[in-house]
């Protein structure tokens, strides 16, 4: 089912967690909610959910707004950061809980947890407790648990931040086939841009309670609206023009004798080999780094390139970029 | 062949020099459990000991002689073998049943208050100062908060003369001092602050998004209360009713003061028997009491596995 946002906004006192907030997830979609921490998405999917009361403004699955609905009659599952499996129950038992509160015989229950536990591959380990189970095989119990009344929207508030990066990528991959199997609509909160990349049918970035662009990964990848944007997914330089605001790709950069007749002079302050690519993180006169970042521009050179005209820190080297790799930011 | 053989060697060297850190990490863990268990042995272990040592001696009106005899758990259990009921069993039967009162209702209110400061309060301060409002039975003497009793609960005092003079009742109500209610009364008053306790340290150690995840599951208020709170709090439950239990066997002084010395309890006979010098009996008496507390400590923990949960 669809999810909409009209004017969503939450207010703790004075302080606004979510700024009058717009939004349409299509049905079937897979939609990330990305943003560093504070930055209200997980207050987002919580008022999605039900579980946290809008100060303002409402929220529309499928063909009704939901308004104050309690988080079981919205046709929601949250899948919580910490799983929050009961500790009491074994796994079969967790993933059969909402139907024994809906009142569903003990055959017919134990039945479809033991369907749902199988399809997050779990079913041989149906008789653990929690405690006797790692973290992947929690969250696979976690997942079970959401899906199991069939919900049409799950939500999954950081799903992955609690696994060690191996497993994480391999869950990632699971929680794509799942979505795709069952074409639910997915809402997942991560602040790893490298997971909204990979998951994601729109990727909605978030900042401080705004959105600041919402859009399909590769629209935000090459396109990025705002300064915030191009600076938090990465990969780019943000770079203050006379004229306004410019983001460049890092690997559009050009170093040396291409770097065409307008080339700054800037200084190699840092040099990173990461195997394919080597990353030069460079200073120029005139250009300010930005608050958190070691060098005011970074290039990305692609190894052979490097090893052709390797740099040292303390080089100077003209850098420019192509016209055509600038894109003009909004703010 | 030397290149070989020497980390042999050096394998060889280093093998006692980590286990001699470990032995000496032992011997300090020991070392710092020394003085609870020193404390444990001359005050608990030994005048156990003693006190079943003792239950076997002979006894007469002026003198004591130490001895192996069975004559005074014959005479505990005296005529329990006939068809009525022997003093023992009726003792044991009037206890038992004010362990049952006073854990019938505090559990159920050492469960609410702690439920309340664990989930509805928010501020540690305030939760501080209301646990604080919870020790206040324990500000004065045993002696003085029994006496004050009388003027609250006597013939006439401040309750039957309030009913009084509202209108509500002509006579003076007469149960309310000297009978089980006030005994019960005293003993809720008192212990219900022991089973709030450790009922709130389970209930603080839930954590607050499993009752969310609850309430997505569809749990309705009372749902989660059964399925999640309920049994997440057992350990608590299980331990507070330990103390409860066990106060409440072991007790002398609250029965007698609030029964009017009219009402028997096993604390109550042995406290007997000890001013009257009958220190074998009182042994015998006391060894039966721990047998029967130990009993039902042992059938509490037998519903509820505290070592795992702990």
Same mark, same amino acid.
């Given at each position: 089912?669809?999810?909409?946002?009209?004017?969503?906004?939450?207010?703790?006192g004075?302080?606004i967690?979510?700024?009058?907030?717009?939004l349409?997830?299509?049905?079937?979609?897979?939609?990330?909610?990305l943003?560093?921490s504070?930055?209200g998405?997980?207050?987002?999917?919580r008022?999605?959910?039900?579980?946290?009361?809008?100060?303002?403004?409402?929220?529309?699955?499928?063909?009704?707004?939901?308004?104050?609905?309690?988080?079981?009659?919205?046709?929601?599952?949250?899948?919580?950061?910490?799983?929050?499996?009961?500790?009491?129950?074994?796994?079969?038992?967790?993933?059969a809980?909402?139907?024994r509160?809906?009142?569903?015989?003990?055959?017919?229950?134990?039945?479809?947890?033991?369907?749902?536990?199988?399809?997050?591959?779990?079913?041989?380990?149906?008789?653990?407790?929690?405690?006797?189970?790692?973290?992947?095989?929690?969250?696979?119990?976690?997942?079970?648990?959401a899906?199991?009344?069939?919900?049409?929207?799950?939500?999954?508030?950081?799903?992955?931040?609690?696994?060690?990066p191996?497993?994480?990528?391999?869950?990632r991959?699971?929680l794509?086939?799942?979505q795709?199997?069952?074409?639910?609509? $997915?809402?997942?909160?991560?602040?790893?841009?490298? &997971?909204?990349?990979?998951?994601?049918?729109?990727?909605?970035?978030?900042?401080?309670?705004?959105?600041?662009?919402?859009?399909?990964?590769?629209?935000?990848?090459?396109?990025p609206?705002?300064?915030?944007?191009?600076?938090f997914?990465?990969?780019?330089?943000?770079?203050?023009?006379?004229?306004?605001?410019?983001?460049?790709?890092?690997?559009?950069?050009?170093?040396?004798?291409?770097a065409?007749?307008?080339?700054?002079?800037a200084?190699?302050?840092?040099?990173?080999?990461?195997?394919t690519?080597?990353?030069?993180? !460079?200073?120029?006169?005139?250009?300010?780094?930005?608050?958190?970042?070691?060098?005011?521009?970074?290039?990305?050179?692609?190894?052979?390139?490097?090893?052709?005209?390797p740099?040292?820190?303390?080089?100077?080297?003209?850098?420019?970029?192509? &016209?055509?790799?600038?894109?003009?930011?909004?703010? | 062949?030397?290149? !070989?053989?020497?980390?042999?060697t050096?394998?060889?060297?280093?093998?006692?020099?980590?286990?001699?850190?470990?032995?000496?990490?032992?011997?300090?863990?020991?070392?710092?459990?020394?003085?609870?268990?020193?404390? $444990?042995?001359?005050?608990?272990?030994?005048?156990?000991?003693?006190?079943?040592?003792v239950?076997?001696?002979?006894?007469?009106e002026?003198?004591?002689?130490?001895?192996?005899t069975?004559?005074?758990?014959?005479?505990?259990?005296?005529?329990?073998?006939?068809?009525?009921?022997?003093?023992?069993?009726?003792?044991?039967?009037?206890?038992?049943?004010?362990?049952?009162?006073?854990?019938?209702?505090?559990?159920?209110?050492?469960?609410?208050?702690?439920?309340?400061?664990?989930?509805?309060?928010?501020?540690?301060?305030?939760?501080?100062?209301? $646990?604080?409002?919870?020790?206040?039975?324990?500000?004065?003497?045993?002696?003085?908060?029994?006496?004050?009793?009388?003027?609250?609960?006597?013939?006439?005092?401040?309750?039957?003369?309030?009913?009084?003079?509202?209108g509500?009742?002509?006579?003076?109500? &007469?149960?309310?001092?000297?009978?089980?209610?006030?005994?019960?009364?005293?003993?809720?008053?008192?212990?219900?602050?022991?089973?709030?306790v450790?009922?709130?340290?389970?209930?603080?150690?839930?954590?607050?998004?499993?009752?969310?995840?609850?309430r997505?599951?569809?749990?309705?208020?009372?749902?989660?209360?059964?399925?999640?709170?309920?049994?997440l709090?057992?350990?608590?439950?299980?331990?507070?009713?330990? $103390?409860?239990?066990?106060?409440?066997?072991?007790?002398?002084?609250?029965?007698?003061?609030?029964?009017?010395?009219?009402?028997?309890?096993?604390?109550?006979?042995?406290?007997v028997?000890?001013?009257?010098?009958?220190?074998?009996?009182?042994?015998?008496?006391?060894?039966?009491?721990?047998?029967?507390?130990?009993?039902?400590i042992?059938?509490?923990?037998?519903?509820i596995? !505290?070592?795992?949960?702990?």
């Open positions: 089912m669809n999810v909409e946002l009209i004017g969503l906004t939450k207010r703790y004075a302080a967690a979510v700024d009058a907030i717009d349409k997830v299509p049905s079937g979609a897979y939609c990330c909610l943003g560093p504070g930055c998405k997980t207050t987002t999917l008022m999605i959910g039900g579980h946290e009361r809008a100060s303002a403004g409402d929220v529309v699955i499928g063909p009704k707004a939901v308004g104050d609905a309690a988080p079981a009659e919205r046709g929601t599952a949250m899948m919580f950061q910490s799983y929050a499996l009961f500790p009491h129950l074994d796994a079969r038992d967790n993933v809980f909402s139907l509160m809906r009142g569903i015989g003990k055959a017919e229950r134990r039945a479809k947890a033991m369907a749902m536990l199988d399809l997050v591959q779990m079913g041989h380990l149906a008789g653990r407790l929690p405690a006797q189970l790692s973290g992947g095989q929690q969250q696979r119990v976690a997942l079970a648990r899906l199991v009344t069939g919900p049409k929207v799950l939500l999954l508030d950081e799903p992955l931040s609690a696994l060690d191996f497993l994480r990528v391999r869950m991959v699971e794509k086939r799942i795709t199997e069952l074409g639910l609509t $997915f809402i997942h909160v991560t602040h790893s841009q490298e &997971e909204a990349m990979a998951l994601s049918d729109l990727v909605v970035v978030m900042n401080a309670g705004r959105i600041e662009q919402a859009a399909d990964p590769r629209t935000v990848f090459e396109r609206a705002t300064a915030f944007v191009a600076r997914i990465g990969g780019h330089n943000v770079i203050r023009l006379p004229d306004g605001m410019i983001a460049v790709r890092a690997d559009r950069m050009r170093l040396g004798a291409e065409g007749p307008e080339a700054l002079p200084r190699v302050v840092a040099v990173e080999y990461q195997g690519s080597v990353h030069v993180g !460079l200073d120029a006169d005139g250009l300010e780094r930005a608050p958190d970042s070691s060098a005011a521009l970074t290039a990305v050179l692609s190894d052979a390139d490097f090893a052709a005209r740099l040292r820190p303390g080089d100077t080297v003209p850098v420019g970029w192509d &016209e055509a790799a600038a894109h003009r930011l909004d703010a | 062949m030397n290149d !070989l053989a020497l980390p042999h050096g394998e060889a060297a280093a093998a006692p020099v980590a286990a001699a850190p470990q032995r000496r990490r032992l011997s300090l863990a020991y070392l710092q459990a020394a003085p609870l268990a020193l404390v $444990f042995l001359v005050f608990l272990v030994v005048p156990l000991l003693l006190t079943g040592i239950s076997f001696w002979e006894y007469n002026y003198a004591i002689t130490p001895a192996l069975l004559q005074n758990y014959a005479d505990v259990f005296d005529g329990c073998l006939s068809a009525d009921l022997c003093t023992t069993i009726r003792t044991y039967l009037s206890t038992v049943k004010f362990v049952a009162l006073t854990l019938a209702i505090t559990l159920p209110l050492g469960f609410a208050i702690a439920y309340f400061l664990a989930f509805h309060i928010r501020s540690d301060t305030v939760r501080m100062g209301l $646990f604080l409002l919870c020790t206040i039975p324990f500000w004065t003497s045993n002696v003085i908060r029994m006496i004050s009793w009388i003027p609250l609960l006597g013939r006439n005092g401040l309750v039957n003369d309030t009913l009084r003079s509202l509500l009742i002509k006579a003076p109500i &007469e149960g309310l001092l000297y009978s089980d209610f006030a005994v019960v009364l005293a003993f809720v008053h008192l212990d219900t602050v022991f089973m709030i450790p009922i709130f340290n389970s209930l603080a150690r839930i954590d607050r998004s499993l009752i969310e995840a609850a997505d599951c569809g749990a309705s208020g009372f749902q989660t209360l059964w399925n999640v709170v309920l049994p709090a057992k350990p608590g439950i299980a331990i507070g009713s330990i $103390f409860v239990v066990t106060l409440v066997m072991g007790d002398f002084v609250t029965v007698g003061v609030m029964g009017g010395q009219q009402i028997a309890s096993v604390g109550k006979v042995i406290q028997q000890m001013a009257y010098l009958q220190f074998p009996a009182a042994a015998a008496n006391a060894v039966v009491l721990l047998a029967a507390v130990l009993l039902m042992l059938g509490l923990t037998r519903m596995d !505290l070592r795992r949960e702990l």
